[in-house]
């Protein structure tokens, strides 16, 4: 790797980082791309040939799995909603759904005894949001 290449690196890490640690601020890729001094689209390009997402996508799939946490603590569906940073219970109960595969009530009632017995380093593996993604037929023009 060159010089130039480590440095992007580093500067998209400092990026990833502000997103792990500030998931519940209200983000949005411009803010996220000043930190790792590039301009929106620039950013967007180098973090989804880093990481494999966008940064947005990157950013709810934080808030989702965090969002998981507090609902198998108890916490109510609005209030983890809130509580990541969300600004629609809509909207999050619609991308809880796509990430997790069920929707929030239903992962909050669901028994999860086996994941706290679990040591912590086996647990974040376990309950790790993998996004699924589905194709969207195109429709053809009549």
Do not use: W
């Amino acid at each position: 790797m060159t010089p130039e290449e480590l440095a992007t690196l580093t500067l998209l890490r400092r990026a990833r980082d502000m997103i792990d640690r500030d998931y519940a601020q209200p983000l949005d890729v411009p803010a996220i791309a000043a930190r790792a001094f590039m301009s929106p689209a620039h950013f967007s390009r180098k973090f989804r040939a880093a990481y494999g997402e966008t940064p947005y996508n990157y950013l709810m799939t934080r808030r989702i799995e965090r969002a998981a946490a507090l609902l198998r603590s108890g916490m109510s569906v609005t209030d983890s909603c809130m509580a990541v940073g969300a600004t629609s219970l809509g909207s999050f109960s619609s991308r809880f759904t796509e990430i997790m595969g069920e929707t929030p009530s239903a992962y909050r009632s669901r028994e999860h005894s086996a994941i706290e017995a679990m040591p912590a380093c086996f647990a974040r593996f376990a309950t790790r949001p993998m996004r699924r993604f589905r194709r969207r037929k195109r429709r053809r023009p009549r």
